[in-house]
């Protein structure tokens, strides 16, 4: 059982818009920053959105992040076939006193 | 070029010990704080540890806290994982990965090492 939960799948097809969301607590989500990775089979995680909704250097802007509260959202608009990943929210949390992930959502590209 | 290289994994029996090793390059390794992230296989990513690069300030899962134990060498640009009383549900690959500031308080992690499969099993 993750501390950050998110749905195990998620699907859409090319050109659509699809979100994942990401739900934790006043420990985590709502008092730290949440940041997203996507990780393509077989490869290590990259960084996908930082501080809530911020993109590296090299991420295209189809991807968006957002929180409110003590959740947090993953946006891809204009799905590619390319963008089928296991997507992970993560967060540090003050209680815990660590950084906790998302059980991840595998997403499928239709 | 940051690259950061894992070894040390392998199979070790239930109760055994293992250490785990990343040689880090491509930056200043004393200035930024490190990370351990395991995924079991099939299974989602669960973080482990973190060190700070400053003051050394050490984090744990309480999944490994009092069997794990996190270190860093910046002569050396080296992190380290000592893994004691292993057990079957540490078995995953072992990320080593580098935090974009100093300090070990945080989720945010810009490079990833390839990983080092750790197997538990008698």
């Known amino acids: 059982q993750s501390v950050l939960t998110q749905p195990p799948s998620a699907s859409g097809t090319p050109g659509q818009r699809v979100t994942i969301s990401c739900s934790g607590s006043?420990?985590?989500?709502?008092?730290?920053?949440v940041n997203w990775y996507q990780q393509l089979l077989g490869t290590a995680p990259k960084l996908l959105i930082y501080?809530?909704?911020q993109r590296p250097s090299g991420v295209p802007d189809r991807f968006s992040g957002s929180k409110s509260g003590t959740s947090a959202s993953l946006a891809i608009s204009g799905l590619q076939s390319e963008d089928a990943a296991d997507y992970y929210c993560?967060?540090?949390?003050?209680?815990?006193?660590?950084?906790?992930f998302g059980g991840g959502t595998q997403l499928t590209v239709l | 070029e940051v690259q950061l290289l894992e070894s040390g994994g392998g199979l070790v029996q239930p109760g055994g010990s293992l250490r785990l090793s990343c040689a880090a390059s491509?930056?200043?390794?004393?200035?930024?704080?490190m990370t351990w992230v395991r995924q079991a296989p099939g299974k989602g990513l669960g973080w482990v540890s973190a060190?700070?690069?400053?003051?050394?300030?050490?984090y744990y899962a309480d999944s490994v806290k009092g069997r794990f134990t996190i270190s860093r060498d910046n002569s050396k640009n080296t992190l380290s994982l000592q893994m004691n009383s292993l057990k079957a549900e540490d078995t995953a690959v072992y990320y080593c990965?580098?935090?974009?500031?100093?300090?070990?308080?945080?989720?945010?992690?810009?490079?990833w090492g390839q990983g080092t499969l750790v197997t538990v099993s008698s």
């Open positions: 990965a580098k935090l974009t500031a100093a300090a070990g308080r945080s989720s945010r992690i810009d490079y």
């Open positions: 491509g930056f200043t390794f004393s200035n930024y704080a």
């Open positions: 060190i700070s690069g400053s003051d050394g300030s050490t």
């Open positions: 006043n420990s985590n989500i709502a008092a730290n920053n």
């Open positions: 501080g809530n909704n």
């Open positions: 993560a967060a540090w949390d003050d209680s815990l006193n660590g950084a906790v």
